[in-house]
């Protein structure tokens, strides 16, 4: 199977990007999720990464502008023998924090004031395509404000409903860890033989899916899986380069 990659939307307003460098060369293996290409927008740059694992097949080049959506190469699959080794579906990247809180204005006042905390993006109302919490299909109406603190990115919840949910479970102020993993399903899968029930599955309007885990006899608290997907590894690059040149002075920003 070919994926093609095409030069992605990073902000409301992108109509172009320039293609400052390839950072693997043409021909070689990649994994899902290794940062290919580094993008330039019109205020910033990201590096985008692979949507697929497989070896590359470049032709942009280096220096020059595409408009969104237009092709500058594609991941086709690799032969067996270069394939990378498995990694245990157990392992996965701790960067991310979610914290349950009253309300968000001063709840991004607190984070930003006594970690650095931001600029903090916020989605009013997020909204799921599939949600399950203990066999309760009815989803929580619920506010969150994103930002990154150094390398950790820290999700803020409010909820605003009392539907039952894990934000509701593990209550306010309570911070739980979040894995971001290649294959929800396989992490699952583990966490089950680790003796960790999942209580809640998901997905996330933009197509990303996600789950929760009770692993308090464990860890003390419940555990957050999210599974690697394209959309959401692009909103979390754009939102990393805008708080590396963050200057203070507004506590949120947008995406344009």
């Not at 969104?68 to 032969?79: D, F, N, R, S």
């Not at 990694?87 to 204005?105: H, I, K």
């Not at 984070?111 to 299909?137: C, Q, V």
Request: proline fraction near 4%.
């Amino acid at each position: 199977m070919t994926t093609t990659l095409r030069i992605p939307k990073a902000a409301v307003s992108m109509r172009e990007g320039t293609l400052v460098a390839w950072l693997v060369a043409d021909g070689a293996t990649v994994a899902e999720g290794e940062p290919i290409y580094t993008l330039e927008l019109e205020k910033s740059t990201m590096d985008v990464e692979s949507p697929a694992a497989g070896t590359i097949r470049q032709s942009g080049v280096a220096g020059t502008t595409y408009k969104v959506g237009e092709v500058i190469g594609e991941i086709g699959e690799a032969v067996a023998a270069e394939a990378a080794p498995t990694v245990s579906s157990m392992r996965g990247s701790v960067a991310r924090l979610v914290q349950v809180v009253p309300a968000l204005e001063p709840a991004m006042q607190a984070w930003a004031s006594t970690t650095g905390a931001g600029p903090f993006f916020t989605f009013p109302k997020l909204a799921f395509k599939e949600y399950d919490h203990r066999g309760d299909t009815t989803a929580p109406s619920l506010s969150v404000a994103t930002a990154y603190a150094g390398d950790v990115l820290l999700e803020l919840v409010e909820l605003h409903d009392g539907t039952s949910s894990p934000w509701r479970e593990a209550g306010v102020g309570t911070l739980i860890p979040s894995l971001v993993v290649d294959s929800l399903d396989d992490a699952l899968s583990a966490q089950g033989m680790a003796g960790h029930s999942c209580v809640t599955r998901g997905t996330y309007s933009f197509g990303a899916r996600f789950a929760f885990v009770d692993a308090r006899t464990s860890i003390g608290s419940l555990l957050h899986i999210v599974e690697k997907q394209f959309v959401l590894t692009q909103l979390t690059g754009v939102m990393r380069n805008i708080a590396a040149d963050w200057d203070r002075r507004s506590l949120t920003a947008t995406m344009k």
